[in-house]
């Protein structure tokens, strides 16, 4: 069964302190994993689209790797407006729905 | 660009009640994705619409239906609401088939008393 992870669960940053945060994914032949950022009572917000393992895209703080078991977000020195919950989600397989994982909720603290 | 609009914002149901949420595509995109955000869980996918036909469907019952119009826009019906109905209803479009970068929409939140 298609199967998407998100670790941590939650995590607090001082503005400034970089970290990662991870997603382990199973599905049958991955299409493409997205990374969304979705703020409280809101859509989700897209942010970053990987098809294949090796590529990594940037925007701005953030960076997104994959591999062929799991995708990290990179996030360089956040500041406080980066504080939202993250979510990853895969398509595989011959349909275009999305499976998500739980999110990685971030805060991050000036 | 307008992004994908849904309608309306807030729902408040009683329980047995039905309800229809409304959604309204970015201008070009023809395929149409509901999604069910209940609190404490992941996104669930619920539907998918292409080019007016229900192309699949996530693992709810019956009671969760729609459709898509000419137009592409496209609307959730759930019927025989129950309290676990209580969500955040999330539509979002894409430009087409395939591996396409899903659009969310703010979504509607329901509430069944």
């Known amino acids: 069964e298609d199967q998407v992870t998100q670790s941590p669960e939650a995590l607090r940053l001082q503005e400034g302190e970089s970290s990662s945060l991870n997603c382990s994914y199973t599905?049958?032949?991955?299409?493409?994993l997205f990374w969304y950022r979705q703020d409280p009572g809101k859509g989700p917000e897209f942010l970053f689209t990987?098809?294949?393992a090796g590529e990594e895209k940037e925007k701005e703080r953030l960076k997104a790797t994959l591999t062929k078991k799991e995708s990290f977000l990179h996030i360089t020195a956040p500041k406080p407006e980066d504080s939202a919950t993250y979510l990853c989600a895969v398509q595989g397989g011959n349909t275009d729905k999305l499976i998500f994982g739980t999110g990685t909720r971030l805060q991050v603290f000036p | 660009e307008a992004g994908v609009t849904q309608s309306p914002t807030h729902l408040i149901k009683t329980r047995g009640q039905q309800a229809t949420l409304r959604c309204s595509p970015i201008s070009g995109h023809t395929s149409v994705y509901w999604y069910q955000q209940a609190l404490g869980l992941g996104l669930q996918f619920l539907l998918w619409?292409?080019?007016?036909?229900?192309?699949n469907r996530g693992n709810f019952p019956p009671r969760f239906s729609g459709r898509q119009f000419p137009n592409y826009s496209s609307e959730l019906n759930v019927n025989a609401l129950e309290l676990e109905d209580s969500a955040l209803y999330l539509c979002?479009?894409?430009?087409?088939?395939?591996?396409?970068?899903?659009?969310f929409g703010p979504g509607t939140r329901l509430l069944v008393l």
């Open positions: 599905v049958s032949g991955l299409r493409g």
């Open positions: 990987l098809y294949s």
């Open positions: 979002a479009s894409s430009l087409a088939r395939g591996v396409e970068t899903q659009y």
């Open positions: 619409y292409d080019e007016g036909e229900e192309r």
